[in-house]
């Protein structure tokens, strides 16, 4: 289109009587042009209709907390309001039936819903029945995808979805989302997309995405694709230029851009400037898709503070085009996601197919997003050990009789994980003042749910004193333990479906103890150690001993342990024992030999001796080394920070070899102690009967002198052919190559940073041909690469000097104490032959579900042993229940059951059967089960082709049958009764 033709038509259209004070009545059907009318849009046949989805993007905190944006505080630092967006949003639409408006967040929109009136919030139900407001995604957040677990996706969607169908749905108003809508999230996830799909989403809108995919898929028409994913399709979009408004036409937010002026005689009048312009945007975002619809985004970051002004300048915008809609090409329409998304699917006929993933992300050459896998290392690890708190908590509460008096519910700890989930919360990439923001709530949910935990194990083991919960266990501090005065009763519950072995380790001030199974009243071997520096510089009120035992625990309950206090009785205090250098120092377990450098305490080789892989023998050294923060430069100024991590060099600085403090053999476990520097510290650690090695390392404070990003590298003799794996939010693993996309051609530019990616559970290296692999599982999201043969690293913590110009508009630079932060965290290395990969999932289970203790000083236990699986088969060591949840019922009592088989069919998965009406051991108080999608606020029949889904089950014997890897999920009906359970 030629842009004098649409001046002519502009300057037809004023040409009006006016009708009011202030404002010409214009005529927006004249169509007085000299343009051919059948002039089209290159690339199109015929109308393209703009869907123009009005909308908000409300972060659940990032540069304001959660109450300091919903309530419009702190204007200083940004001015926006969530309540008051709502409220406009509403009105707005109550006075118009033709304007549409979405919306996501219901951390949010709960709030807002609690405190409206019963008449504003039927005008809310009959705005959805109309459809003019639909919900999108409807999440508690819009959950991050690199550094948050499936389980936790899972939770916070169902907590949003759960609500929305509960208090605003009903038979006449149909609140159930099917647009997942991740717009803001620094990358996306395979995982991710099929946890959406499995929900119950049929179409998934996204923002972020590298920019030479984006330039490609731009230049191809291919912004939108199929994602095939996991027993599923999911159709993507992504966005034109992000997910705000065409510039220029921001109507609320900043009042930078002009409003739109009709009246002619006004020196302000821009209508023919105006339009022009935006009809180029038009035109130009038109001509990089396939179908005759585009969507046009119209809002941004608390947009529509004032939606009466937003609507205003649109409804004036719209006009204008939709008045030549024969000349421009164009019809724009109130729309939303599920409305485009249709509208496409009807238009064209097949769409692209992907199926790896969208990781890293990079908005620019040398600007890769791969710093937040690793950003504030301690509330990552935080975020890991309040969801395995809150799924006990859910247990124990589940578990509770009806008239049982628990003092606290989960509720609290459950909408703080929500929020924690939020993809500037648990990444890392908020200010300082709401990342503590975050950790205060999660705190607060925890001390419920520690209540909750202490008082449902007291009633269930009959304790006559009072159970305590130790947060402070990998501190070694715990309060209760330091009056050595006092004999202690140790519960520990597994949160996993089937038994288990671990080893407990008890803070203490002495070792005169004797330890004893309450169950077997057996006496047991306990070994004691002194405490490291490390540990006391970490919490200088740190008791001098722990006292370590070996545990068995019944599947999904409880066993009691007790140290009987005996002060005639010295237990053995493990010493450090001499090491002679230039003699290799040999560790020995059941499973493997390890050697070590006598002189530095560095792993040297590892050999597993299980059989079939004796004398299969690897290399295995580990290093801490550090990159440099980019400060930007002359190539580009762009500095490392909390989102992105530019490294000053292509090749870290060795951190140097480290000394051997301390070699502490046992007959449970035997620890290599080993300091690196003043501020790096690491213990590694070798039970006698388990599969993985456990490095334990601490590091902080990191000195301050220039920005350091430090990693700790594990190299080996396997050779990798520039390949590794890493998990998808603990599902999936997916194929890393070495400068390689597997859907364009990569150019790099960053070598270091642009072969990072996030870890959420685990990372593996393969040599095919020996058909040997080394397993690195987490104890919180990091970042992680493979730079070399043999090789994998991750980044385990970070302090810049630099903020990196994405809106934080702050360092990253952590303190703690009056001092730089301190973060003590795990690996466990899983070393095997390939045949054996598969054992990964079940000792990843073990790691992610740590066993809960608590301890009491002041009394005795009748029960010493419960579990609330009770079915008379044993469980499969690959059966996981994802959720256990008593949920609101009508009649007797529900519990929401996510039931998941772990293992892929990829590495050797078999179908797993479950009787439904047997697995807690009360078939006669079961009334039936219903199974709903992944995120329980639909039934199954929405979801999924039911006859095909459900072909394997009996539902007469109430037996389903989960296929390999597959998660789902049953509402169990049984009747109220106090001996339930």
């Not at 772990?902 to 009787?915: C, D, F, Y």
């Amino acid at each position: 289109m030629k842009i004098v033709t649409l001046v002519t038509v502009l300057v037809a259209l004023v040409f009006v009587t006016v009708t009011t004070a202030d404002e010409p009545d214009i005529d927006i059907n004249h169509t007085d042009v000299d343009t051919p009318s059948d002039e089209k849009v290159p690339g199109h046949e015929g109308t393209i209709t703009v869907h123009v989805v009005a909308h908000t993007h409300d972060d659940v905190g990032w540069l304001k907390t959660v109450d300091q944006y919903y309530y419009g505080s702190k204007d200083d630092i940004y001015k926006g309001g969530v309540q008051y967006i709502i409220d406009t949003v509403i009105e707005q639409l109550v006075k118009d039936p033709k304007k549409k408006f979405i919306y996501v967040e219901i951390a949010f929109f709960k709030r807002w819903w609690e405190e409206q009136d019963k008449e504003t919030r039927q005008q809310v139900r009959n705005l959805v029945k109309g459809g003019q407001l639909e919900f999108i995604n409807a999440g508690y957040c819009m959950n991050d995808e690199a550094s948050v677990h499936y389980a936790a996706t899972i939770d916070q969607m169902s907590e949003g979805l759960m609500w929305l169908q509960r208090e605003v749905g009903g038979p006449d108003y149909d609140v159930t989302p099917t647009i997942a809508w991740q717009i803001d999230p620094f990358g996306h996830s395979s995982a991710h997309a099929a946890l959406s799909a499995q929900m119950g989403m049929k179409g998934l809108f996204f923002a972020r995405m590298h920019y030479q995919d984006y330039d490609k898929r731009k230049r191809n028409k291919d912004l939108e694709f199929n994602w095939k994913v996991e027993n599923g399709n999911l159709f993507t979009g992504v966005l034109y230029r992000h997910y705000n408004a065409p510039p220029g036409f921001d109507f609320d937010r900043r009042g930078v851009d002009p409003p739109m002026v009709r009246n002619p005689q006004s020196p302000e009048y821009n209508i023919p400037e105006r339009v022009e312009d935006f009809v180029f945007y038009l035109e130009e975002q038109s001509s990089h898709y396939r179908s005759g619809n585009i969507m046009l985004t119209m809002g941004g970051d608390f947009c529509y503070q004032n939606a009466h002004k937003y609507f205003k300048n649109l409804d004036i915008l719209m006009d204008y085009v939709n008045a030549n809609t024969t000349n421009n090409g164009f019809k724009m329409i109130y729309s939303t996601p599920s409305q485009y998304m249709d509208a496409v699917l009807k238009s064209i006929g097949g769409l692209q197919n992907k199926t790896d993933d969208l990781f890293p992300y990079a908005d620019g050459p040398h600007s890769y997003w791969t710093g937040y896998f690793t950003s504030r290392p301690t509330l990552k690890g935080y975020v890991r050990d309040c969801n395995n708190v809150l799924q006990v908590c859910k247990h124990v509460e589940a578990a509770a009789a009806p008239g049982d008096k628990l003092g606290a519910t989960s509720e609290l700890l459950r909408l703080a994980m929500g929020v924690s989930q939020h993809h500037d919360a648990v990444s890392g990439t908020s200010k300082q003042h709401v990342a503590d923001d975050y950790a205060r709530r999660l705190a607060a949910g925890q001390t419920e749910c520690e209540t909750l935990i202490t008082k449902g194990l007291k009633m269930k083991s009959v304790y006559t004193g009072k159970l305590h919960a130790c947060r402070l266990l990998n501190e070694s501090y715990c309060e209760v333990t330091q009056d050595g005065n006092r004999s202690l009763t140790i519960v520990v519950y597994n949160a996993r479906v089937t038994p288990r072995i671990e080893y407990i380790r008890i803070p203490l001030t002495h070792p005169h103890y004797h330890a004893v199974n309450l169950v077997t009243q057996q006496y047991m071997p306990v070994e004691y150690l002194r405490v490291s520096a490390a540990t006391r510089a970490l919490n200088p009120d740190s008791l001098p001993l722990e006292g370590v035992f070996r545990a068995e625990l019944p599947p999904l309950g409880f066993a009691s342990f007790e140290l009987r206090v005996s002060l005639n009785h010295v237990g053995r205090v493990l010493k450090s024992m001499p090491v002679y250098y230039g003699e290799d120092l040999m560790v020995e377990s059941q499973i493997y030999k390890v050697y070590f450098d006598s002189r530095t305490g560095a792993m040297k080789m590892i050999t597993n001796k299980l059989a079939g892989m004796s004398g299969r023998s690897d290399k295995l050294t580990q290093r801490f080394m550090e990159y440099s923060s980019s400060p930007g430069d002359k190539v580009d100024n762009q500095p490392s920070g909390a989102y992105i991590f530019r490294p000053l060099n292509d090749s870290p600085d060795d951190l140097g070899d480290p000394i051997l403090t301390d070699y502490i053999p046992g007959e449970l476990f035997t620890e290599v102690w080993q300091t690196f520097d003043d501020w790096i510290t690491q213990v590694t650690r070798i039970y006698y009967d388990k599969f993985h090695i456990e490095v334990e390392w601490t590091v902080g404070p990191i000195p301050l002198d220039h920005g350091r990003e430090i990693i700790t590298r594990y190299d080996t003799s396997l050779a990798t052919n520039k390949t590794f794996y890493t998990d998808s939010n603990g599902r999936e693993m997916v194929e890393r190559v070495l400068n390689k996309q597997p859907t364009w051609d990569l150019n790099v530019t960053e070598p270091i940073a642009g072969n990072y990616y996030p870890v959420n559970t685990r990372a593996t290296i393969v040599d095919s041909a020996r058909g040997m692999q080394l397993t690195v599982l987490t104890d919180r999201s990091q970042g992680a690469a493979s730079l070399g043969d043999g090789q994998v690293e991750f980044m385990v913590h970070r302090r810049i000097l630099n903020d990196d110009h994405r809106g934080v508009g702050e360092p990253l630079n952590e303190t703690a104490n009056g001092r730089g932060l301190i973060a003590r965290g795990r690996h466990w290395l899983f070393y095997s032959d390939t045949i054996s990969y598969h054992m990964h999932r079940d000792i990843g289970m073990d790691f992610f579900y740590k066993p809960t203790v608590v301890i009491g000083n002041e009394g005795g236990i009748e029960v010493p042993t419960w579990n609330f699986y009770k079915s008379a088969t044993p469980a499969s060591q690959y059966l996981n229940i994802v959720t256990l949840q008593k949920i609101p019922s009508v009649n007797g009592t529900d519990l929401l059951v996510r039931l998941e088989n772990t293992l892929p069919g990829s590495e050797g998965g078999k179908p797993i059967t479950v009787k439904l009406d047997d697995i807690f051991g009360v078939e006669g108080d079961f009334n039936g089960y219903q199974e709903l999608g992944l995120a329980a606020d639909r039934d199954i029949k929405k979801v999924v082709d039911y006859k095909s889904h459900t072909q394997h089950d009996d539902a007469a014997e109430h037996t389903i049958e989960l296929q390999p890897f597959q998660i789902r999920t049953f509402i169990l009906n049984f009747n109220s009764t106090e001996t339930m359970f």
